[in-house]
């Protein structure tokens, strides 16, 4: 059971429906703490219901794995932040990520953005501002608690010591109701596509 889908993709469940009302207590905010405004996903707007299952905190403390012909493999921990944007006129969720390197817990890798949906469609739309000197536009597709997004713009620093990257695809799965896989694809001017980096997330919040 998938509550905080149910109730993201359609918040009348809670009162119409037995099963949500019963078994979703907390998704509908009819028991426990109160939920932010910003992590209500009876707040979603339409264009975000294909989306609002990445809502939430999530982390992992040391389950990331990287791997890149350029550098050392290694592990890290991440945590990314997903959640409504509550004063803005067009519907965006709000998108930070942080990573740091479990050898000595120094910054990896940080990144902030915003997730956008079309309407009436199941595209849907990442921009990203990240620590290294990039800033990308992708786009993908929603599908069963899953996108895909793959690379449409990248504009980086011109003094980025980073190989400049020809192809990206960014996959977040959501595994059940507790778990989110994140997967990064990458080819660069040099090296041809492969996996870069993969992490599995627990939901820390709400």
Known sequence: MNCY???AENADRCESDEIVSTDCQKACQTCGTKIPPEYDLKRVPESLHKVAFLIGKWRSEFGGKADFPTIPRFTYG???DI???TNMKFPTLNYTAFAWDNSD???LHSE???IAGAQNSSRVALNTVMSNGFNT???GES???SIRFRLRRVGRINFSRDLPVRLMFREWILLNETFLESRLLMATSTHP???HTQIIYKRIFP
């Open 5 to 7: 889908f149910w109730v």
């Open 78 to 80: 991440e945590e990314i």
């Open 83 to 85: 959640k409504l944007a």
């Open 105 to 107: 817990l120094v910054e």
């Open 112 to 114: 902030n953005g915003f």
């Open 137 to 139: 536009i992708e786009e």
């Open 143 to 145: 599908k069963d608690n």
């Open 193 to 195: 596509m492969m996996l």
